[in-house]
């Protein structure tokens, strides 16, 4: 998980998962064969909301390696990249390049000569923020199993921190009150938390089907809180 900057405009100074925006470039790059894997997973999506085109998995992985510096990519040889010690500073130049507007996830693509692995993306969850928010989105949320050979890293820019951390711990440490979370964080780490093992996370997504949250803004004895309208009918 990496920190938001206090500067951030959109939920500063919290614990999240990496991700953010899609850019047009992600659009392009999933509906090209050769810059990545054109079967992703289904059996969470029925409607192919995060089918490729929609540019949303190209964008996590991109957002996955600008702000956690993990990149989750096929060689040439079809194995899932490994940044060996040799080619550490060439990818951290990639990844400034990112943040400098200098460069691109197609140019990383085919100067590295490497497939991006839309396919080891797992469908776990979908949020559309209050239609009262100041800033409003629709935002999935992926699972994927982590690279041993690839040592995650915040890009203390838009991040100020980053944590390996146990989704039970996180919450534990939410409920002490010094890991700040945002809402829809909570809830899928509550979710995550009945896991044992990533493999186990990975299988449950398809056998299940991804609900869309949609929570509402109301206000209770003069002070404005973030309910989700499915809880309250069911209790």
Request: proline share 5%; net charge negative; aromatic share 10%.
């Amino acid at each position: 998980m990496v920190r938001r900057s206090s500067k951030s405009a959109f939920m500063p100074d919290v614990y999240v998962f990496p991700g953010g925006a899609v850019a047009e470039e992600d659009h392009h790059i999933e509906l090209q064969p050769d810059l990545c894997r054109p079967i992703v997973p289904t059996g969470a999506d029925p409607e192919e909301r995060t089918r490729l085109g929609t540019g949303l998995r190209a964008a996590a992985l991109r957002e996955l390696f600008e702000e956690a510096n993990i990149l989750l990519a096929y060689t040439n040889q079809q194995s899932m990249l490994a940044i060996e010690e040799s080619s550490l500073a060439r990818f951290q130049l990639h990844r400034q390049n990112f943040h400098d507007q200098q460069g691109s996830m197609e140019q990383l693509l085919r100067v590295e000569q490497l497939l991006l692995a839309t396919d080891q993306l797992y469908y776990f969850s979908h949020w559309i923020t209050p239609e009262a928010s100041p800033r409003r989105y629709d935002t999935h949320f992926f699972l994927a199993s982590g690279p041993t050979s690839q040592e995650a890293a915040y890009d203390q820019i838009e991040t100020t921190d980053g944590i390996w951390i146990g989704a039970g711990q996180a919450l534990e440490r939410y409920a002490a009150g010094t890991f700040d979370l945002a809402f829809p964080t909570i809830y899928q780490l509550r979710e995550l938390a009945v896991f044992t093992s990533v493999a186990e996370a990975l299988s449950a997504t398809e056998q299940r089907y991804v609900q869309t949250h949609r929570p509402v803004i109301v206000k209770e004895a003069g002070e404005s809180q973030i309910i989700l309208p499915e809880e309250t009918s069911q209790s």
